[in-house]
């Protein structure tokens, strides 16, 4: 089975500045790869994903990821963040012949002050 | 505007009460999804069903019983639950792109 590791539980960062959340899986057969954001009282919100093809994947509110097989990493990367990226971030990984079984780490709470 | 819908919201119950969480999808999508988010641990997969039928069984309690009518509903029956099960619950579905769709979950609170 899959595991995710998310190596930062929480992360500061200031506004207008870059952020990167850090993302790794455990296995080499072929995955698939989910980040969501999580804001409070919602539910997970799909930011990017990596099914196949380019390894850099660009997503929603200017988030990209680079999928990196050989380092089994998916970071998530933003040039400049805004006070409304305040949010916790998930990874999430299933193995290519795993129909919908999402395996997620923990979770990296990003927060952005002025 | 999720196109997962929950309800309800929130839900306070009782250990000895009997309650239901409804889940509905209006994306067109064939597999749902129960989660549930505890407090400083991952997100934990309870049950998938596929084109109504329940392919994943998570090792989750019988207490949690789930429902699934059609591919657009799913249900989550509650009875006889423990203070560690409360918990945002969050329904999801997904289609072709695997990607997961989330609802906005349902806050249990069991006393």
């Known amino acids: 089975a899959q595991s995710v590791t998310q190596l930062d539980s929480q992360v500061p960062v200031f506004e207008e500045a870059p952020v990167e959340l850090r993302c790794n899986y455990s296995?080499?057969?072929?995955?698939?790869l989910f980040w969501y954001v999580q804001y409070p009282n919602q539910g997970l919100q799909l930011l990017l994903k990596?099914?196949?093809?380019?390894?850099l994947v660009k997503g929603i509110n200017g988030f990209e990821a680079e999928f990196n097989k050989s380092q089994t990493s998916f970071h998530l990367r933003k040039p400049s963040v805004h006070i409304s990226d305040t949010a916790e971030y998930f990874c999430a990984v299933s193995d290519a012949d795993s129909w919908g079984k999402l395996q997620f780490g923990a979770g990296t709470q990003v927060v952005v002050t002025p | 505007e999720t196109g997962v819908t929950q309800t309800p919201r929130h839900l306070v119950m009782g250990m000895t009460n009997k309650k239901s969480l409804k889940c509905e999808q209006h994306?067109?999508?064939?597999?749902m999804y129960w989660y549930k988010q505890s407090a400083k641990k991952p997100l934990e997969l309870m049950f998938v069903y596929n084109f109504k039928e329940q392919t994943e069984n998570n090792s989750v309690p019988s207490r949690f019983s789930p429902e699934c009518p059609n591919s657009s509903h799913l249900f989550l029956h509650l009875h006889t639950l423990q203070p560690e099960d409360s918990a945002l619950y969050l329904c999801a579905s997904s289609q072709a792109d695997r990607a997961l769709h989330f609802g906005n979950g349902t806050r249990l609170t069991v006393t």
């Open positions: 296995s080499s057969v072929s995955v698939y």
């Open positions: 994306l067109g999508h064939n597999a």
């Open positions: 990596y099914l196949s093809g380019s390894t």
